[in-house]
C-alpha cells in the first residue's frame, strides 16, 4: 500500500540521530504532475507517494499504462533530479469481481510486490524498462489467478502510485 507517515523519532530510532545543520531537501506543498499528485510528503520530503486516479473507462492495462507511461517517467525523471539517488516503487490498486450464487462480487487488489528501484542521474534510461517489468509482473499475476480458475475478473483499474524515498548508500 502507499508508503506510511514516519516521525523523526521513529526515523531516528532505524537510521541514527539527525543533525539540525544535515542538508535535508524543504518539504514541498503538494505538487501535481500530469494525472500524478503528492498523496503524502514525510519527513521534509525524503519519503513521497504519488498517486494518480484512473478513470473509470481503464479496463485494459496495456492501454492504460500506454496513455500514461509518460506520467510515470516524469515523476521518477522529476524526483531524481529533486532527490539526487531515489528509491522508487511503483503499485497499482486494480478491481476485481466474480459472480457468486447469482450475486455480483468486488475485490480490491494492490499490486505492489516488485522490490523498489535505485534511480538516479546516470541511470534515468531504466525508468522505462522498469514500468514494463511492472507490467509484465501485473499480467502475469491476473493471468495467474485466471489459469487458477479463481472466476476473478479484473473490471478496472482504481489508482496507480509511485512510492519514492531519498536514498543514501
Keep these: ?18 543533525e539540525e545543520n544535515q542538508r535535508l531537501p524543504p518539504r514541498i506543498s503538494p505538487t501535481i504532475i500530469g494525472p500524478f499528485k503528492i498523496a503524502r510528503n514525510d519527513f521534509r520530503g525524503w519519503f513521497r507517494t504519488w498517486k494518480m486516479r484512473a ?10 499504462f500506454q496513455k500514461t507511461k509518460n506520467s510515470f517517467i516524469n515523476v521518477c525523471t522529476n524526483e531524481v533530479e529533486t532527490l539526487g539517488n531515489t528509491k522508487i516503487k511503483f503499485e497499482l490498486n486494480v ?6 450464487d447469482g450475486e455480483k462480487q468486488e475485490m480490491d487488489h494492490y ?22 517489468q511492472f507490467i509484465d509482473q501485473v499480467k502475469g499475476e491476473i493471468e495467474g489467478w485466471s489459469e487458477r480458475g479463481s472466476g476473478w475478473i479484473m473490471d478496472r483499474i482504481l ?8 536514498y543514501e548508500p
Design 111 to 132: 499490486f505492489d510486490r516488485m522490490p523498489p528501484a535505485i534511480l538516479n542521474e546516470h541511470n534515468l534510461d531504466l525508468i522505462n524498462p522498469l514500468i514494463n
Design 95 to 100: 478491481r476485481f469481481y466474480t459472480t457468486r
Design 1 to 18: 500500500m502507499a508508503a506510511a507517515n514516519f516521525s523523526r523519532d521513529v526515523f531516528e530510532m532505524f537510521y541514527g540521530p539527525i
Design 159 to 166: 489508482e496507480a502510485y509511485i512510492n519514492v524515498s531519498r
Design 55 to 64: 478513470t473509470k473507462n481503464n479496463k485494459d492495462l496495456f492501454k492504460f
